[in-house]
């Protein structure tokens, strides 16, 4: 049954390239932007592939006494850069635009020969961290919000899974009057929309003196994921063989040893998947942290906050959305094979 | 020293009044008050202050429909109304065929099936603010999207994708959701595939099924709890789109519900009746998506892969 003819097998390869395709190239073309110097982003066509070199041409104009420094792009082709006879204006147009960081002595030593043997081409070498480097020094409080970033992270999944598996293993384990009900109840809490809740939590939070804090963004984040915790961790309770804790009673255990030693380590994937969500949640809000900060921002917030909806020097957007995705990535990543357990039986 | 000698004596009666307090009978009651009283301060108090401010005028008089004529008066709400509409509905529905056409291939087993599972649910990882700037870098007029045109020769001038506007910009942004979510639709579909068993469809094609009729007539109405759960929860996200929409067309161009939201509490939030518009925006939105869960709570109770699960 599983045979498949030859056109049917071209026919799924070609389905699978293109979706392929469209995953990578944008993310590709996106990696290259992150890198690109100042002149790059605006090269066109563009190449998804990344440089990491820079071509220019350099003339010396007797009358005037200038040096005029041209550019190639990416296509091998000849753009108008700058023209001075200041080493100062060059180092600063090399670093600001070129990505290359050259002392104004040096540059002026080096284009010296131009005045005695004409035109001449240099290549110089790319520092690829200047977006990186740039984007922290234009988000003046980018490296506070990335520390926030983390804090918030770590208070909500603090939360929400010290909360939701108490209440997912109440589920799981007992019998007890409204437990539909609280089901359902717990359910509408997931699926409310958090700016619905974040306008009006404001009002409660200057109430708390929590405004503008982490622990007040952590608990609204805690939510959602609370709920979403105790149906993750239910599920998995359920699961767990009751004999085992009954086992580790009888051999003497109290009941918080075999909570611990049983009964948590079996429930670890459902407690590091829970933690993804909370992860997830905390880390890729933008528009409640708006909300709910006024100068403590998180970096998801920072990065939108030095974008908005500006389409000029992207590049230095694009190095800061790396920031941004990058511990997304590794979190995700390192928890997936505990997810992975979780999707065969849980659908989120 | 009195209180502790009295404790000492009392031992036997405090453990007493302990067991009382937490036995097999309260232990749900316990586990389950933290929660409770957190969604008490924390959810059911804000909601009581929304919805007093949706019933109450500016200088604090009650009203039952005052605030939403004021919202309906305004330019951008029916707009915002439609565009949310027609989003939530037509990307859904792309990403759902996307998932499923996903979904069945990949569900064989063949070399390279896990690398390219895993390269296909990258952009799920990827925070919204940073998928709009990556799109952002296609779409500007000097962008990869045209380059990319532009090397195939589609095309003699660049589309300033930028400048689109009502239903085309709607479907752009579409495109650029689809790209994002339609990985977290696939992974329900694929774990709704792999629950359904093997002997059934073997049965199906003993008796002379074609491929065809067994996805049509086997495999899609086993898979129906898993589609009606990624469907909903999706359509529940997809109400909810603002951040994409703003960071790449910009605030008002293309209005959507929660970009209203964010709109009166950004850019605006000095009016006078900014909060109330925000107020009522987020009110209508939390209406709607309430009722969203509703519908999808009373389908899923006819059996979803989550019910089978708890009934376990």
Same mark, same amino acid.
């Given at each position: 049954?599983?045979?498949?003819?030859?056109?049917?097998?071209?026919?799924?390869?070609?389905?699978?390239?293109?979706?392929?395709?469209?995953?990578?190239?944008?993310?590709?073309?996106?990696?290259?932007?992150?890198?690109?110097?100042?002149?790059?982003?605006?090269?066109?066509?563009?190449?998804?592939?990344?440089?990491?070199?820079?071509?220019?041409?350099?003339?010396?104009?007797?009358?005037?006494?200038?040096?005029?420094?041209?550019?190639?792009?990416?296509?091998?082709?000849?753009?108008?850069?700058?023209?001075?006879?200041?080493?100062?204006?060059?180092?600063?147009?090399?670093?600001?635009?070129?990505?290359?960081?050259?002392?104004?002595?040096?540059?002026?030593?080096?284009?010296?020969?131009?005045?005695?043997?004409?035109?001449?081409?240099?290549?110089?070498?790319?520092?690829?961290?200047?977006?990186?480097?740039?984007?922290?020094?234009?988000?003046?409080?980018?490296?506070?919000a990335l520390v926030n970033s983390?804090?918030?992270?770590?208070?909500?999944?603090?939360?929400?899974?010290?909360?939701?598996?108490?209440?997912?293993?109440?589920?799981?384990?007992?019998?007890?009057?409204?437990?539909?009900?609280?089901?359902?109840?717990?359910?509408?809490?997931?699926?409310?929309?958090?700016?619905?809740?974040?306008?009006?939590?404001?009002?409660?939070?200057?109430?708390?003196?929590?405004?503008?804090?982490?622990?007040?963004?952590?608990?609204?984040?805690?939510?959602?994921?609370?709920?979403?915790?105790?149906?993750?961790?239910?599920?998995?309770?359920?699961?767990?063989?009751?004999?085992?804790?009954?086992?580790?009673?009888?051999?003497?255990?109290?009941?918080?040893?075999?909570?611990?030693?049983?009964?948590?380590?079996?429930?670890?994937?459902?407690?590091?998947?829970?933690?993804?969500?909370?992860?997830?949640?905390?880390?890729?809000?933008?528009?409640?942290?708006?909300?709910?900060?006024?100068?403590?921002?998180?970096?998801?917030?920072?990065?939108?906050?030095?974008?908005?909806?500006?389409?000029?020097?992207?590049?230095?957007?694009?190095?800061?959305?790396?920031?941004?995705?990058?511990?997304?990535?590794?979190?995700?990543?390192?928890?997936?094979?505990?997810?992975?357990?979780?999707?065969?039986?849980?659908?989120? | 020293?009195?209180?502790?000698?009295?404790?000492?004596?009392?031992?036997?009666?405090?453990?007493?009044?302990?067991?009382?307090?937490?036995?097999?009978?309260?232990?749900?009651?316990?586990?389950?008050?933290?929660?409770?009283?957190?969604?008490?301060?924390?959810?059911?108090?804000?909601?009581?202050?929304?919805?007093?401010?949706?019933?109450?005028?500016?200088?604090?008089?009650?009203?039952?429909?005052?605030?939403?004529?004021?919202?309906?008066?305004?330019?951008?709400?029916?707009?915002?109304?439609?565009?949310?509409?027609?989003?939530?509905?037509?990307?859904?529905?792309l990403q759902f065929v996307i998932?499923?056409?996903?979904a069945i291939l990949l569900n064989?087993?063949?070399?390279?099936?896990?690398?390219?599972?895993?390269?296909?649910?990258?952009?799920?990882?990827?925070?919204?603010?940073?998928?709009?700037?990556?799109?952002?870098?296609?779409?500007?007029?000097?962008?990869?999207?045209?380059?990319?045109?532009?090397?195939?020769?589609?095309?003699?001038?660049?589309?300033?994708?930028?400048?689109?506007?009502?239903?085309?910009?709607?479907?752009?942004?579409?495109?650029?959701?689809?790209?994002?979510?339609?990985?977290?639709?696939?992974?329900?579909?694929?774990?709704?595939?792999?629950?359904?068993?093997?002997?059934?469809?073997?049965? +199906? @094609?003993?008796?002379?099924?074609?491929?065809?009729? #067994?996805?049509?007539?086997? $495999? =899609?109405?086993?898979? /129906?709890? %898993?589609?009606?759960?990624?469907?909903?929860?999706?359509?529940?996200?997809?109400?909810?789109?603002?951040?994409?929409?703003?960071?790449?067309?910009?605030?008002?161009?293309?209005?959507?519900?929660?970009?209203?939201?964010?709109?009166?509490?950004?850019?605006?939030?000095?009016?006078?009746?900014?909060?109330?518009? +925000? @107020?009522?925006?987020?009110?209508?939105?939390?209406? #709607?998506?309430?009722?969203? $869960? =509703?519908?999808?709570? /009373?389908? %899923?109770?006819?059996?979803?892969?989550?019910?089978?699960?708890?009934?376990?």
């Amino acid at each position: 049954m599983n045979k498949l003819n030859g056109i049917q097998k071209t026919l799924i390869a070609l389905v699978l390239a293109t979706v392929v395709i469209a995953v990578i190239v944008p993310l590709m073309f996106f990696f290259t932007n992150a890198f690109s110097n100042g002149r790059e982003v605006y090269d066109y066509p563009k190449t998804p592939i990344l440089s990491f070199t820079v071509k220019v041409q350099v003339s010396y104009n007797e009358d005037t006494g200038m040096y005029i420094v041209k550019y190639y792009d990416r296509n091998g082709e000849l753009q108008n850069a700058v023209n001075t006879s200041f080493g100062e204006i060059l180092s600063g147009y090399f670093e600001q635009y070129l990505s290359v960081y050259r002392t104004p002595e040096e540059l002026l030593e080096q284009f010296e020969i131009t005045k005695t043997e004409g035109p001449q081409e240099f290549t110089y070498g790319k520092n690829m961290w200047h977006n990186f480097k740039t984007f922290f020094l234009i988000t003046s409080k980018a490296e506070e919000a990335l520390v926030n970033s983390i804090i918030v992270v770590i208070f909500t999944i603090i939360i929400s899974l010290t909360l939701g598996s108490m209440a997912g293993y109440a589920f799981a384990r007992f019998r007890f009057k409204g437990k539909d009900q609280i089901n359902v109840f717990m359910l509408i809490v997931r699926m409310f929309p958090m700016v619905g809740i974040s306008i009006p939590l404001a009002v409660i939070l200057i109430r708390f003196n929590l405004f503008d804090t982490m622990i007040g963004l952590a608990i609204l984040y805690s939510l959602p994921n609370i709920a979403l915790t105790s149906w993750i961790t239910s599920s998995i309770f359920v699961g767990i063989n009751r004999e085992l804790e009954e086992a580790s009673l009888v051999f003497g255990a109290n009941g918080f040893q075999t909570f611990i030693k049983i009964t948590l380590p079996l429930a670890l994937p459902a407690l590091a998947a829970s933690s993804m969500y909370a992860f997830l949640t905390a880390w890729n809000d933008t528009i409640s942290a708006l909300i709910l900060t006024n100068d403590h921002p998180t970096l998801a917030l920072a990065v939108y906050q030095a974008i908005g909806d500006n389409t000029t020097n992207l590049q230095y957007a694009a190095a800061g959305s790396i920031i941004l995705i990058i511990p997304a990535l590794i979190f995700t990543f390192v928890i997936r094979k505990y997810v992975n357990q979780m999707w065969g039986g849980v659908s989120v | 020293m009195e209180g502790k000698a009295l404790a000492n004596n009392n031992g036997s009666n405090y453990k007493e009044m302990l067991r009382r307090v937490f036995n097999k009978k309260t232990a749900p009651f316990w586990l389950l008050a933290p929660t409770f009283i957190y969604y008490l301060v924390f959810w059911f108090s804000p909601i009581f202050i929304s919805i007093k401010e949706v019933f109450t005028t500016l200088d604090g008089k009650f009203t039952v429909l005052g605030n939403f004529l004021f919202l309906f008066e305004q330019e951008t709400f029916l707009p915002a109304l439609l565009n949310t509409a027609f989003f939530a509905v037509a990307s859904v529905m792309l990403q759902f065929v996307i998932a499923l056409v996903l979904a069945i291939l990949l569900n064989r087993k063949f070399k390279g099936q896990k690398l390219i599972l895993f390269l296909v649910m990258i952009p799920m990882a990827i925070t919204p603010t940073a998928v709009a700037i990556v799109w952002k870098t296609g779409l500007i007029s000097s962008g990869w999207i045209n380059s990319i045109l532009q090397s195939f020769s589609v095309l003699e001038e660049r589309i300033p994708f930028l400048g689109l506007r009502g239903i085309e910009a709607v479907i752009m942004i579409i495109l650029i959701d689809t790209w994002t979510v339609m990985p977290s639709v696939l992974i329900i579909l694929i774990a709704g595939l792999g629950n359904i068993n093997e002997e059934t469809k073997e049965a +199906a @094609y003993i008796f002379g099924a074609s491929k065809w009729r #067994i996805i049509k007539d086997i $495999t =899609i109405p086993l898979l /129906k709890p %898993s589609i009606i759960t990624a469907v909903i929860l999706r359509m529940i996200a997809a109400v909810q789109v603002w951040a994409v929409v703003v960071m790449v067309m910009g605030f008002t161009n293309v209005p959507f519900l929660v970009e209203r939201i964010a709109y009166y509490v950004g850019p605006v939030s000095s009016l006078p009746y900014a909060d109330k518009l +925000a @107020y009522t925006y987020s009110f209508l939105t939390a209406v #709607i998506v309430f009722i969203a $869960t =509703i519908v999808y709570f /009373k389908i %899923s109770k006819k059996g979803t892969a989550l019910d089978r699960r708890t009934q376990k």
